[in-house]
C-alpha cells in the first residue's frame, strides 16, 4: 500500500516595525524602515511512521500551575473569583481572563467547564514550578528542550529558532508546556499549558502523523466578531504587562485607533496581501488621517498567521522593529485590530 503525502505550505508572517516620526499632519516626512516578513514552511505527512514515545521533564509531579489542567470551573471560580471577561476562541474553549493590575496575567481555556490550556505571563510572577524571568539556561537544563516531541502518533519538529523562543515539552500523557522566550534578555517571557487535543489544533510547529488529526470546530461570523474583540483586548493587555516590565509608562486604549487597525488587518485578510501599505497604497498617516487623528509620532506592528493573540504578541517581541515599537517610552495609546488570524497594532505618541 502506497502512502499518500500531503504538503501543506503553512506562511508564518509577522510584519516588520514601521515607525513614522510626525509633527503635527501638514509639511511631514515619514521615515519608514523596511517592511520584513518572516516565513516558514509547516509540512503535514499522513501515514508517517512515529514512535509513541515522550521523555518527562525532572518536575514530572502534576502539581502547581499544572494541576489546572483538567481542573473544573468550579474549582476556578473558587480558587480565582469570577473572570474580568470570557473570551471565545477558534478552537472550541472560551478565555476565562484574570489580570492582578499590570504584574499578572493569565488565561484559563475553558471547554465543557473542564480547564484545557492556560496562557500566564507578568513581571517575575510565580506561577509554581514555573517563574516569568528564570533564564533560558536553567529551564533548558530542566526540561532537556529537544528538537522534537513524539507522541501517540504525532511527532512535532522543532527548528532551531523553535528551541530558542518557543520550545515544547510534554509533562505526562496529556499535558504540554511551550515556553516563550524574550530571546534578547535569555528570560522566560511566559507560558502556555495544554492538552494533546489543543496542541493538535493549533499545529504550532512542523508535525508528522498517522490517521487523523482533530477538526476545528466551525466558527459563525457572529463568533469570529466575538473572537477578534477579545483578542484585541488581550494584545492590548500583554502589551502593557511587557511594558510594565521594563519600566515603561502604560499606553491607553485609543477605540478611534482601533478602529484604523481593524480595517488595515480586514483588508489584509480579505485581499490576501501583507504588507504595512493598503493595497491603494495609502500609508498609516494616511490611514490616520481619516480619522483626523493628532498625534506627534506613530508606528505599526503587523502580524498574521499566529495561533492566536498571545502567541503574536510574543513574537513581536522577538523582532527587532517591532520591540522596539512595544517598549517606546514616547508611545502613549494604542489600537489594536484583529481579523481572523490577522494582528494589526497602532501606536500614537501624543
Known amino acids: 500500500m502506497k502512502n499518500v503525502v500531503k504538503r501543506v505550505l ?19 516626512q515619514e521615515v519608514i524602515s523596511n517592511v520584513e516578513s518572516l516565513m516558514s514552511q509547516k509540512e503535514i505527512v499522513n501515514d508517517a511512521k512515529v514512535s509513541p514515545v515522550y521523555i518527562a521533564s525532572k518536575t514530572t509531579t502534576h502539581n502547581g500551575v499544572f494541576s489546572w489542567i483538567g481542573e473544573t470551573t468550579d474549582a476556578l471560580r473558587e480558587e480565582k473569583g469570577e473572570p474580568i471577561r ?32 492556560l496562557y500566564a505571563t507578568g513581571v517575575e510572577s510565580n506561577f509554581d514550578p514555573i517563574k516569568i524571568g528564570t533564564s533560558y539556561q536553567v529551564l533548558a537544563e530542566e526540561y532537556q528542550f529537544e528538537d522534537q516531541i513524539s507522541f501517540s502518533t504525532y511527532t512535532f519538529k522543532l527548528t532551531e529558532e523553535d528551541k530558542k523562543m518557543r520550545p515544547l515539552k510534554q509533562i505526562n500523557e496529556n499535558l504540554f508546556i511551550q515556553f516563550y522566550f524574550d530571546s534578547y534578555n535569555e528570560v522566560l517571557s511566559s507560558f502556555r499549558l495544554m492538552t494533546e487535543e489543543v496542541l493538535l489544533m493549533q499545529q504550532p510547529y512542523e508535525i508528522s502523523f498517522r490517521g487523523k488529526l482533530p477538526e476545528s470546530p466551525f466558527v459563525s461570523e457572529e463568533d469570529w466578531q466575538s473572537i477578534a474583540s477579545g483578542e484585541e483586548q488581550q494584545i492590548f493587555a500583554i502589551t502593557n504587562v511587557i511594558r510594565n516590565r521594563f519600566d515603561r509608562d502604560q499606553l491607553v486604549w485609543n ?96
Open 10 to 28: 503553512f506562511v508564518f508572517l509577522l510584519g516588520a516595525g514601521v515607525f513614522y516620526m510626525l509633527q503635527g499632519k501638514v509639511g511631514t
Open 86 to 117: 470570557k473570551d471565545l476562541s477558534p478552537y472550541g474553549y472560551t478565555w476565562w481572563v484574570y489580570q492582578n493590575g499590570d504584574d499578572q496575567y493569565i488565561q484559563f481555556g475553558v471547554k465543557e467547564k473542564r480547564i484545557v490550556t
Open 255 to 350: 477605540q478611534s485607533v482601533q478602529e484604523v487597525a481593524y480595517n488595515h488587518s480586514k483588508d489584509m485578510e480579505k485581499n490576501n496581501y501583507f504588507s504595512h501599505y493598503s493595497q491603494s497604497g495609502a500609508s498609516l498617516k494616511e490611514r490616520l488621517e481619516v480619522n483626523d487623528e493628532i498625534y506627534k509620532l506613530a508606528g505599526e506592528n503587523i502580524a498574521a498567521q499566529y495561533v492566536d493573540a498571545p502567541a503574536a504578541v510574543e513574537g513581536w517581541l522577538n523582532s527587532d522593529g517591532h520591540r522596539e515599537a512595544l517598549l517606546k517610552k514616547e508611545y502613549t495609546d494604542l489600537g489594536v485590530g484583529v481579523y481572523r488570524d490577522y494582528y494589526t497594532q497602532n501606536f500614537l505618541g501624543k
